[in-house]
């Protein structure tokens, strides 16, 4: 695992080279360690492979400091969870943008648990608090997962609802372990570790900057089954948590407010606009994710289905890995997207997948 890690560092600092191409090369190589071994012309075949990556790819710089973040995972006994394991959250690793590699410091599992992103303003009002504090109590018999951002106001609200209620809370950083931020949460450190804990993809030493609060929000909303907005002004983060989320598919929910109120504009638009389903008590979102329905006796997969190579290879895919984005398909099942869809459809009617909201099929 240490010698992967070490790749996986190291590919990571390779300039040119994002979380999502990074993906594309190792699911082609077959590992990290194999991309840094893949011969030039081979390499040269992947569309996007610049002559700067490639030179990029030889530079001694980037292996001397993936073992100076090795030397720091170690010491401060980090957890690190790859994209490809097990461990890796399966809503996460839905998202063709999400990290190859994330830093964990705490005790939770996102394995066959409900997770529920709360976000918000960082200057909410008293009556973003009480309802904050009272849709996590309401929840808290359904036994979520809270996940929110670590910052003022809606977030850590979020947060400590969660320790109050007995649930897990994990606090998605913007930052390296290293730094914590803001530096008056510091106090709450201990508490969420012991009830859930923090996740990060930024290295130990990297501090808090500007553009990385996107690249966290990223993480915030791909994480959960749902993101619930509490309050927002016209302009903030937590919209921009909404918007990845409606790219990812995923349910989005705002508090209304009214249309006077500062810190209810950006709520009050996600719905106008559609971008979120308005909610006004706890049961509403209990309801809308269908909570309360019992879950339906599986139907058994037909048997005895002649599928040819490409759909068998698709089959295999889907029951190593359950349910999965199309385009996630497509990539590590190496079959054109195009055709993807129509080998989806001709498994469909024989009645061996079944199709799901924003483009995500599971076998049936």
């Given at each position: 695992?240490?010698?992967?890690?070490?790749?996986?560092?190291?590919?990571?600092?390779?300039?040119?080279?994002?979380?999502?191409?990074?993906?594309?090369?190792?699911?082609?190589?077959?590992?990290?360690?194999?991309?840094?071994?893949?011969?030039?012309?081979?390499?040269?075949?992947?569309?996007?492979?610049?002559?700067?990556?490639?030179?990029?790819?030889?530079?001694?710089?980037?292996?001397?400091?993936?073992?100076?973040?090795?030397?720091?995972?170690?010491?401060?006994?980090?957890?690190?969870?790859?994209?490809?394991?097990?461990?890796?959250?399966?809503?996460?690793?839905?998202?063709?943008?999400?990290?190859?590699?994330?830093?964990?410091?705490?005790?939770?599992?996102?394995?066959?648990?409900?997770?529920?992103?709360?976000?918000?303003?960082?200057?909410?009002?008293?009556?973003?608090?009480?309802?904050?504090?009272?849709?996590?109590?309401?929840?808290?018999?359904?036994?979520p997962i809270i996940v929110s951002g670590f910052a003022y106001g809606v977030?850590i609200c979020a947060h400590l609802a969660a320790l109050d209620n007995h649930?897990?809370?994990?606090?998605?950083?913007?930052?390296?372990f290293g730094h914590i931020y803001p530096k008056v949460h510091k106090k709450?450190?201990?508490?969420?570790?012991?009830?859930?804990?923090?996740?990060?993809?930024?290295?130990?030493?990297?501090?808090?900057?500007?553009?990385?609060?996107?690249?966290?929000?990223?993480?915030?909303?791909?994480?959960?089954?749902?993101?619930?907005?509490?309050?927002?002004?016209?302009?903030?983060?937590?919209?921009?948590?909404?918007?990845?989320?409606?790219?990812?598919?995923?349910?989005?929910?705002?508090?209304?407010?009214?249309?006077?109120?500062?810190?209810?504009?950006?709520?009050?638009?996600?719905?106008?606009?559609?971008?979120?389903?308005?909610?006004?008590?706890?049961?509403?979102?209990?309801?809308?994710?269908?909570?309360?329905?019992?879950?339906?006796?599986?139907?058994?997969?037909?048997?005895?289905?002649?599928?040819?190579?490409?759909?068998?290879?698709?089959?295999?895919?889907?029951?190593?890995?359950?349910?999965?984005?199309?385009?996630?398909?497509?990539?590590?099942?190496?079959?054109?997207?195009?055709?993807?869809?129509?080998?989806?459809?001709?498994?469909?009617?024989?009645?061996?997948?079944?199709?799901?909201?924003?483009?995500?099929?599971?076998?049936?």
């Amino acid at each position: 695992m240490e010698e992967n890690l070490r790749y996986v560092l190291a590919l990571q600092k390779v300039k040119g080279i994002g979380d999502t191409y990074a993906k594309k090369l190792i699911n082609y190589c077959g590992s990290a360690k194999a991309v840094f071994e893949e011969k030039e012309k081979d390499l040269c075949k992947i569309n996007g492979i610049t002559p700067n990556i490639m030179k990029n790819l030889k530079n001694p710089e980037i292996f001397q400091k993936a073992e100076e973040e090795l030397k720091f995972i170690e010491q401060n006994n980090i957890q690190t969870v790859y994209f490809e394991s097990e461990e890796y959250p399966d809503n996460l690793k839905q998202c063709l943008d999400s990290p190859i590699l994330l830093f964990k410091d705490g005790n939770f599992d996102f394995k066959d648990r409900k997770t529920l992103s709360i976000v918000g303003t960082r200057n909410m009002t008293s009556n973003g608090r009480i309802f904050c504090q009272e849709l996590v109590e309401e929840v808290a018999s359904y036994d979520p997962i809270i996940v929110s951002g670590f910052a003022y106001g809606v977030d850590i609200c979020a947060h400590l609802a969660a320790l109050d209620n007995h649930l897990k809370t994990v606090a998605v950083l913007a930052h390296g372990f290293g730094h914590i931020y803001p530096k008056v949460h510091k106090k709450y450190v201990n508490k969420i570790n012991d009830c859930g804990g923090f996740l990060t993809d930024f290295w130990y030493e990297m501090t808090p900057q500007r553009e990385f609060f996107l690249s966290r929000n990223r993480i915030v909303a791909g994480i959960s089954d749902a993101v619930i907005v509490i309050e927002s002004a016209e302009k903030g983060g937590s919209l921009a948590t909404a918007e990845i989320a409606n790219s990812y598919q995923k349910d989005v929910f705002a508090v209304p407010g009214r249309v006077s109120d500062k810190f209810s504009v950006g709520c009050n638009n996600l719905i106008k606009n559609h971008k979120a389903t308005m909610i006004t008590s706890p049961s509403d979102l209990i309801k809308a994710l269908k909570w309360d329905e019992k879950k339906q006796k599986p139907i058994q997969k037909m048997l005895f289905v002649n599928l040819d190579e490409d759909e068998q290879k698709i089959f295999d895919f889907l029951e190593e890995n359950g349910m999965q984005l199309l385009d996630l398909i497509s990539l590590n099942c190496d079959i054109p997207i195009h055709k993807v869809a129509s080998i989806l459809l001709n498994l469909e009617l024989k009645g061996v997948i079944r199709p799901l909201p924003g483009k995500m099929f599971e076998l049936a």
